[in-house]
């Protein structure tokens, strides 16, 4: 046990604070040091001399003071104010730097003001979306006014009945020559139970005639659902069925257009193109009979091969046309209406809007945090070292 | 018969006021005097003494009994100490004695009263000692408080209020026994 340690323990000898071996080992070296000696002996002077001293009382009015002070404190809590404990419940129990206060609230100000920037550009979004409610018919006009085909209709039935007249009338008059034309119409409607347009429309078409050669059926962003069909009718029944799909059994038409495509020319055309070829192929046919010869018989044979083909070629296009003019296709696609809600509808709409609203705030005020962090790191950092300075000054 | 700390406090919080009144009669002393050894000025102590007093009181229906009332009563009064001295290093204090002290007639015969002079030299000498010494010097010296009840006050392990007790008695060793040795005892 070296001095110093020695040195270190005898302070603690004299009042049994230390462990039985250590006192042996100080005990073991007191018998050697003279030195140690003379200390322990004035540490055990100085702690004797403390522990008799007389200590000092309180002067008077001591407890008095204390026992009113107390009293006064219960009083104050009695009589303190609605806003005294408003203004309790604000106060910070940290002391903050103005600088740190302001920045914070600098924050807080542009925080405040993205907001409601944020929430006037949904409320222009939610204009928007009554207004499109509204004007449905008027986008409807709209939609037929952008077809770019000839002829088209509009919504009022009775109009569009008397349009189809004129067309048919259209017919009639030119008998010179056979007007070859392909009828195609194009409707949107709207009807609500979307799930009975199948069999209706397979029975009508059947009436009339036709079959259904194409069929789409999806769901729209809203869960609404749209069925989309290709139908071909004869000609003579065309009319016909785009009256009847016009009707009120089928729903709302949203939309309707009827367009007739005139191809007597490329018809007229290509029947005589046709024609032409054919009876060159006679010719050709005539002077095989009459050729010797193996070289004239080929390039002959040549000619007759090219001719076949663009006969087929032409002949194909004719019969494609033939096709289209004597039936005609209607597409026709169904939708649910946009679902209104019952009873009070502007109410309920409007709490509706506003809870998702709130909901869409939450989430932009947690983003907002999270992208206010790193600032308010800076902020915490900034604040520390302040307050390291300024302890440090002290 | 004397009630215990613990009853005296029960009585307190039903709204017994002299129960109070007897609670800071028993334990005025003590917090007056650790915290005037501490703070080195009788002004600052009778100050902190109250306020230790104040402070009980308020917080009295939070005492659990989960240690004693005195440790309890012990480590508010050196709490307070030690923010008063941490203030102070901002703004340095000169320690005045304009206070004159009454030393109560004692029971016992075998206690001293120093004179003024002598006091404020010891007392200067203890000041001199770093805040965490100087407590666990005047718990143990003044107060007779046993190395167990120091580590609960302060909350620290006893082997910690071992070494401050022994540094701060190596510190004042010589100074102390000079100034008792010349003072002589009356």
């Known amino acids: 046990m070296t001095h110093d340690k020695i040195k270190e323990l005898l302070?603690?000898?004299?009042?049994?604070?230390?462990?039985?071996?250590?006192?042996d080992l100080v005990q073991e070296h007191l018998n050697n040091c003279p030195e140690c000696q003379k200390e322990l002996k004035e540490y055990q002077e100085n702690h004797l001399f403390l522990s008799r001293l007389k200590e000092f009382t309180v002067p008077e009015g001591f407890k008095e003071s204390i026992l009113k002070k107390v009293g006064e404190g219960m009083k104050e809590k009695e009589h303190k104010s609605l806003w005294d404990k408003i203004k309790g419940f604000f106060v910070l129990p940290v002391r903050v730097p103005a600088g740190v206060l302001g920045l914070a609230a600098v924050i807080l100000l542009v925080f405040i003001t993205t907001l409601s920037g944020l929430f006037s550009n949904t409320n222009n979004l939610n204009n928007y979306n009554l207004l499109r409610e509204k004007s449905?018919?008027?986008?409807?006009?709209?939609?037929?006014?952008?077809?770019?085909?000839?002829?088209?209709?509009?919504?009022?039935?009775?109009?569009?009945?008397?349009?189809?007249?004129?067309?048919?009338?259209?017919?009639?008059?030119?008998?010179?020559?056979?007007?070859?034309?392909?009828?195609r119409a194009n409707l949107v409607i709207e009807k609500s139970n979307i799930d009975?347009?199948?069999?209706?429309?397979?029975?009508?078409?059947?009436?009339?005639?036709?079959?259904?050669?194409?069929?789409?059926?999806?769901?729209?962003?809203?869960?609404?659902?749209?069925?989309?069909?290709?139908?071909?009718?004869?000609?003579?029944?065309?009319?016909?069925?785009v009256e009847e799909l016009s009707s009120k059994e089928y729903g709302q038409v949203i939309s309707r257009s009827i367009t007739t495509q005139d191809v007597t020319e490329e018809y007229m055309d290509l029947e005589t193109?046709?024609?032409?070829?054919?009876?060159?192929?006679?010719?050709?046919?005539?002077?095989?009979?009459?050729?010797?010869?193996?070289?004239?018989?080929?390039?002959?044979?040549?000619?007759?091969?090219?001719?076949?083909?663009?006969?087929?070629?032409?002949?194909?296009?004719?019969?494609?046309?033939?096709?289209?003019?004597?039936?005609?296709?209607?597409?026709?696609?169904?939708?649910?209406?946009?679902?209104?809600?019952s009873g009070s509808p502007g109410i309920v709409r409007a709490i509706r809007n506003a809870i998702s609203q709130m909901i869409e705030q939450f989430y932009k005020i947690i983003v907002f945090i999270g992208t206010i962090i790193p600032y308010l790191l800076l902020i915490l950092i900034l604040y520390l070292f302040y307050r390291g300075r300024r302890q440090k000054k002290e | 018969m004397a009630l215990s700390d613990s009853e005296l406090i029960h009585q307190i919080n039903n709204g017994n006021e002299k129960a109070?009144?007897?609670?800071?009669?028993?334990?005025?002393?003590?917090?007056y005097n650790t915290a005037y050894r501490i703070l080195g000025n009788h002004e600052d102590a009778l100050d902190l003494a109250?306020?230790?007093?104040?402070?009980?009181?308020?917080?009295?229906n939070k005492f659990q009994?989960?240690?004693?009332?005195?440790?309890?009563?012990?480590?508010?009064?050196?709490?307070?100490?030690?923010?008063?001295?941490?203030?102070?290093?901002?703004?340095?204090?000169?320690?005045?004695?304009?206070?004159?002290?009454?030393?109560?007639?004692?029971?016992?015969?075998?206690?001293?009263?120093?004179?003024?002079?002598?006091?404020?030299?010891?007392?200067?000498?203890?000041?001199?000692?770093?805040?965490?010494?100087?407590?666990?010097?005047?718990?143990?010296?003044?107060?007779?408080?046993?190395?167990?009840?120091?580590?609960?006050?302060?909350?620290?392990?006893?082997?910690?209020?071992?070494?401050?007790?022994s540094r701060a008695r190596q510190a004042l060793r010589e100074d102390l026994f000079e100034i008792i040795s010349k003072g002589g005892l009356e």
């Open chain 2, 65 to 165: 009994g989960k240690s004693s009332f005195s440790t309890w009563l012990f480590r508010i009064t050196t709490n307070l100490c030690r923010d008063e001295l941490r203030k102070r290093k901002r703004k340095p204090v000169i320690q005045e004695e304009n206070f004159s002290n009454i030393y109560q007639e004692e029971e016992n015969p075998e206690k001293i009263s120093l004179s003024r002079e002598l006091n404020s030299l010891i007392q200067e000498k203890i000041d001199s000692l770093v805040p965490e010494q100087k407590v666990v010097f005047t718990l143990r010296e003044f107060q007779g408080l046993s190395y167990q009840e120091i580590a609960d006050i302060l909350g620290v392990s006893m082997g910690t209020v071992k070494s401050r007790l």
């Open chain 2, 20 to 31: 109070f009144t007897e609670l800071i009669e028993r334990y005025q002393n003590k917090v």
């Open chain 2, 50 to 60: 109250q306020e230790s007093f104040i402070r009980i009181y308020k917080n009295l």
């Open chain 1, 11 to 23: 302070p603690l000898y004299i009042d049994k604070g230390l462990s039985p071996e250590e006192e």
């Open chain 1, 273 to 341: 193109r046709v024609k032409n070829l054919l009876a060159q192929e006679e010719r050709y046919r005539s002077l095989l009979d009459i050729a010797n010869e193996v070289e004239e018989i080929l390039k002959i044979e040549n000619e007759l091969n090219r001719i076949r083909t663009e006969v087929e070629i032409l002949q194909g296009r004719k019969n494609y046309l033939d096709n289209q003019i004597s039936f005609s296709t209607i597409t026709v696609e169904f939708r649910q209406p946009e679902p209104i809600s």
């Open chain 1, 196 to 241: 009975e347009v199948d069999q209706l429309l397979l029975n009508l078409v059947e009436r009339q005639q036709g079959y259904i050669s194409n069929s789409r059926n999806w769901l729209n962003s809203n869960k609404q659902k749209h069925f989309w069909f290709e139908i071909r009718v004869p000609v003579a029944n065309f009319n016909l069925l």
């Open chain 1, 136 to 183: 449905l018919t008027d986008q409807a006009q709209y939609f037929s006014y952008s077809t770019p085909e000839a002829s088209y209709n509009t919504l009022d039935s009775s109009l569009g009945r008397a349009s189809l007249l004129s067309m048919e009338k259209g017919e009639s008059l030119n008998t010179t020559v056979e007007q070859k034309l392909i009828k």
